[in-house]
C-alpha cells in the first residue's frame, strides 16, 4: 500500500550506475576521495555517542525544546556513519563492522545489519520493482509519510527473509532484541527519570520519517535518465549541516567514496554533470 507499491509497468527507471551514467572511472578522479585521516574516521564514529550525550544533557537541564533539533542531528550522525560502515569505507575489518553496525544501529533502536542489506540491494537494484528501501520515490509525498510507520519493520522482515549468511541473522535479532529491551528498560526507569523514555519515544517516532529523508527527497521524481534517479543538493550550510548526505547522486555514483570526501567529488564530477545538461539543486 501507498509507496510500497510496485511502479506502473509504464515507468521502467534505468539502473542508476556509474556506467549507464557515462561517468569516469574513480581512479581518473584522483584516488585521493578514498583516504581519509584515523583522527577524521574516529571523528565520525564518534559523533553519535556525542549527540546522545547532548541529549541527555540537555534534558537533565531542562531545555525540552532543543531536544528534536539534537535528535534530528543524532539520527544524521548515526545514518552518515552507518553508510560508510555499509559500504566498507569505514576503515574497519570484517568483525569490527559487524559490531559497529550492532551499536550503532541500537542506539537509534534499529538494526545495522539489516540496514546494510536493504542498502546495499538498494544499489544495486535502484528503484525496480523488489527495491523496498526506494519505493517511497515512486509515491507520493502522502504516501512517503503515511507509510513512516511501517516503514522500517517491513525493511526489517525483508532482509531477514533474504539474509543468507546465519550470522548476519543472528546479529539482526540481537539488534532488533537489544532494541526492545532498550525500549523495556527506559519504561522501567520512569520511576527515577521519564529521560530515557522521551529518548525511545522521539527515536521511534524519528524512524517513520526515513521513507521521507532518505528515499522520497534523494530519488524526487525520477527521470527517464540514469543521472535523474538521484538528486545531488548543493549549498554552503545545509549540505554540511547533513553531513554531505545531500549529495546523493554522486554517492550512488561512487558508493566507495567516504561520505567526508562526498563534497570534494561532486567538484570533480561538475564538468561532466554540465556536460550532460544535469544542474544540481542549490540549497542554502
Avoid at 535502484?126 to 512517503?144: K, M, Q, T
Amino acid at each position: 500500500m501507498f509507496a510500497f507499491t510496485a511502479a506502473p509497468s509504464h515507468l521502467v527507471f534505468p539502473s542508476l550506475t556509474r556506467r549507464n551514467a557515462g561517468m569516469p572511472q574513480l581512479g581518473t578522479l584522483d584516488g585521493d576521495l578514498l583516504t581519509v585521516a584515523t583522527w577524521q574516521r574516529i571523528a565520525l564514529a564518534a559523533l553519535p555517542a556525542l549527540t546522545l550525550a547532548a541529549f541527555a544533557a540537555l534534558y537533565a537541564h531542562g531545555a525540552y525544546l532543543a531536544l528534536p533539533l539534537v535528535m534530528l542531528m543524532h539520527f544524521v550522525v548515526t545514518v552518515a556513519y552507518l553508510h560508510d560502515v555499509a559500504h566498507g569505507s569505514a576503515g574497519l575489518d570484517a568483525r569490527a563492522t559487524h559490531w559497529a553496525l550492532f551499536i550503532v544501529s541500537v542506539l537509534v533502536l534499529q538494526s545495522g545489519h539489516s540496514f546494510r542489506y536493504t542498502h546495499l540491494h538498494h544499489h544495486a537494484h535502484c528503484l525496480d520493482d523488489d527495491d523496498l528501501e526506494g519505493a517511497p520515490a515512486r509515491g507520493g509525498l502522502l504516501g512517503a509519510l503515511l507509510c513512516g510507520p511501517l516503514y522500517l519493520p517491513r525493511l526489517w522482515r525483508e532482509s531477514f527473509r533474504k539474509i543468507r549468511p546465519a550470522r548476519d541473522r543472528r546479529w539482526m535479532a540481537a539488534e532488533l532484541a537489544t532494541s526492545l529491551a532498550l525500549a523495556l528498560l527506559a519504561l522501567w526507569l520512569t520511576r527515577w527519570s521519564s529521560g530515557p523514555l522521551v529518548y525511545v519515544a522521539m527515536a521511534w517516532i524519528g524512524g517513520w520519517f526515513y521513507p521521507l529523508a532518505t528515499a522520497y527527497l534523494p530519488h524526487y521524481k525520477p527521470g527517464s535518465k540514469p543521472l535523474e534517479q538521484a538528486r545531488t543538493m548543493r549549498g554552503a550550510i545545509i549540505p554540511a549541516l547533513f553531513m554531505n548526505l545531500t549529495y546523493h547522486l554522486e554517492h550512488h555514483l561512487y558508493p566507495q567514496v567516504p561520505t567526508m570526501n562526498l563534497r570534494r567529488l561532486s567538484r570533480r564530477l561538475d564538468p561532466h554533470f554540465a556536460a550532460r545538461g544535469l544542474r544540481p539543486t542549490q540549497v542554502y
